[in-house]
Nanobody, 122 residues
């Protein structure tokens, strides 16, 4: 299973970006998908996640500014980021909890994307 992210870049404060994360491979199902970020010198933290049924969860710091969504038919999650601030600068990682085929049948694994840099300048 691979997670391929796109949409990062450089943006001025107050601007917007949209991240995409596409999962591919021998996928039976995808449970939760989410975005995490890691700023220089900090630990990785949850930004937002979404269940297969569409329930969402956001970090307090991004509530009202970021929106997570997913297209189950495309195995893709999106993160719309508005009103970006310099403190949003970080590497953003896609995460997916994926049910995959195994010799025994199927099991659940946690996968990560390669990360995409977002830099917000004032």
């Amino acid at each position: 299973v691979q997670l391929v992210e796109s949409g990062g870049g450089l943006v001025q404060a107050g601007g917007s970006l949209r991240l995409s994360c596409a999962a591919s491979g021998r996928i039976v199902d995808i449970n939760a998908m989410g975005w995490y970020r890691q700023a220089a010198g900090n630990q990785r933290e949850l930004v937002a996640n979404i269940t297969a049924g569409g329930s969402t969860n956001y970090a307090d710091s991004v509530k009202g500014r970021f929106t997570i969504s997913r297209d189950n038919a495309k195995n893709t999650a999106y993160l719309q980021m508005n009103s970006l601030k310099p403190e949003d600068t970080a590497i953003y990682y896609c995460n997916a909890v994926v049910v995959v085929v195994t010799i025994e049948g199927s099991t659940e694994y946690n996968y990560w994307g390669q990360g995409t840099q977002i830099t917000v300048y004032s």
